[in-house]
């Protein structure tokens, strides 16, 4: 059990989380009708046209740029997330907060794995690394000191995840690619599992 911190201290390290992690067809039937009867000699000779059902599928299969920007987002959370973690598993001075870093380090390997195979398939580039205010981040999970970094490791936790629903969700209601919404879906209860757990932690150290 983790023992509860300070309330001045955690005031302190909550404003300190929360502000660095704020600072991705066919013709209709009366056209047919009217459509001039070939010789059969020159109708052998008409290339096929496709379906009304693969012009639709051709389009949904599309990633629009609702899809390729979650992607992407997604695609960068899950790098910091694991970068993360691995300081975490290092630095945490909790035995939860350890095993819940060696938690995220499997499953967000684990979905970074599904969803790069998906952007393959769909032609869509991956940023080759996170963004500046991630790295930030990462680089507070260094320097933060020892005594304070579970809670602060919590707290930016809890943030980052709650973004990944809210990103999720988006994806699911505007997102055109089948591909791409079905692994928003497939993800969503795994971030919300993460989101629970890390929850349950911050009410150990920020018991009400």
Do not use: C
Not at 20 to 39: C, D, F, K, N, R
Not at 62 to 82: G, M, N, Y
Not at 132 to 138: I, S
Request: proline share 6%.
């Amino acid at each position: 059990m983790i023992k509860p911190e300070k309330n001045v201290m955690l005031k302190s390290v909550t404003a300190l989380a929360v502000a660095g992690t704020l600072m991705t067809p066919a013709l209709p039937a009366s056209a047919a009708a009217i459509q001039p009867v070939l010789p059969a000699s020159a109708a052998a000779t008409q290339p096929a046209q496709p379906s009304g059902a693969a012009y639709q599928l051709s389009e949904v299969a599309r990633p629009s740029k609702q899809d390729r920007t979650f992607l992407r987002t997604a695609h960068q959370s899950h790098v910091a997330e694991i970068a993360g973690a691995r300081i975490a598993q290092r630095r945490a001075t909790s035995d939860e907060v350890k095993a819940l870093a060696a938690r995220l380090i499997r499953d967000h390997t684990a979905m970074d794995a599904d969803l790069t195979a998906v952007a393959r398939r769909a032609g869509v580039a991956l940023p080759k690394g996170i963004t500046a205010d991630q790295r930030r981040r990462l680089g507070q999970y260094e320097s933060f000191e020892t005594a304070r970094f579970d809670l602060l490791y919590v707290l930016t936790q809890l943030v980052g995840h709650q973004v990944a629903m809210n990103n999720g969700e988006t994806e699911v209601k505007e997102g055109t690619d089948p591909r791409v919404v079905q692994l928003a879906k497939a993800s969503a209860p795994i971030v919300k599992a993460h989101h629970h757990d890390l929850t349950k932690l911050r009410e150990q150290m920020q018991p009400l």
